[in-house]
């Protein structure tokens, strides 16, 4: 099975013979399922050295290649920074454990099963209890084009207001918070924190999640200063997005911090 071909990036060099990032392809499913199974599983481990876990709360997924309705994810209450390619559990949108042997967290797989099921288009999601993303969803406010990180999510954000604060463990407040999601790279849950999408790779996931985090931090540094903001103009903050926050340039962006997990912490792959 063929893996998604690589749009051509406006940083892709012109000379020959240099190394450059490709999307990989696939001859098999099982080949294909490996690969993001060890992306899902390196994303987990990146979260922990970034300071992203709380407790057991935070969740990462991502769609089985063959099998649409069924989306792999980390073990309830495993800490990030020792989740293996072994430990990942197969879920359908039941709840039910298909292959591992560690449970599921409930409130994580209401919320994720919804978002796959409302949105096909996501392919996998990211969410976690970042001090930076809790902080700006408290606000109950879209992030503003301040930056060019933050002209990436410019009308591409969704601002949830939908069972804010609480904690979502039935399936009804779930596609509820998940419709409101819509086509959208991230959503400010209210009260909670960030969500994110990727259409195309667990690593645009990841990617997203991360920069909109550090969008999160550079707002509420700027707006503790007491002064006045300058904000991006319409024309050019949609130019920054449609050129820089493409799945490809996500995907590209996530390729160094990969790369530095994978020969950090080898053993993630067992």
Not at 142 to 167: H, S
């Amino acid at each position: 099975m063929a893996g998604a071909t690589a749009r051509k990036s406006v940083y892709e060099p012109d000379q020959e013979g240099l190394y450059f990032p490709r999307r990989p392809t696939f001859q098999t499913i099982a080949e294909e399922r490996l690969h993001r199974k060890q992306r899902l599983a390196a994303v987990c481990r990146v979260f922990a050295r970034y300071g992203y876990e709380y407790g057991f709360a935070g969740h990462v997924t991502v769609r089985d290649p063959e099998h649409a309705d069924l989306f792999w994810t980390n073990p309830f209450a495993m800490d990030f920074g020792r989740v293996k390619v072994s430990d990942l559990l197969l879920v359908d949108h039941d709840g039910k454990v298909l292959e591992g042997t560690w449970a599921v967290n409930r409130a994580g797989f209401v919320l994720h099963s919804a978002i796959h099921m409302a949105n096909p288009h996501v392919l996998a999601s990211c969410h976690a209890h970042t001090t930076n993303g809790m902080a700006w969803a408290a606000l109950g406010r879209k992030l503003d084009p301040i930056t060019q990180t933050a002209c990436g999510f410019y009308e591409d954000q969704a601002l949830i207001t939908e069972e804010a604060g609480a904690v979502v463990v039935q399936r009804s407040a779930g596609s509820a918070v998940a419709t409101a999601f819509g086509n959208a790279k991230i959503a400010i849950h209210q009260n909670h924190g960030l969500f994110s999408a990727g259409r195309e790779s667990v690593d645009e996931a990841a990617w997203w999640f991360i920069a909109a985090d550090k969008a999160c931090e550079i707002q509420l540094k700027a707006e503790a200063t007491g002064s006045p903001l300058k904000i991006v103009e319409r024309d050019r903050a949609i130019h920054s997005r449609d050129h820089l926050a493409t799945p490809q340039m996500a995907w590209l962006h996530f390729q160094p911090i990969y790369d530095a997990i994978s020969r950090t912490d080898p053993d993630l792959f067992d």
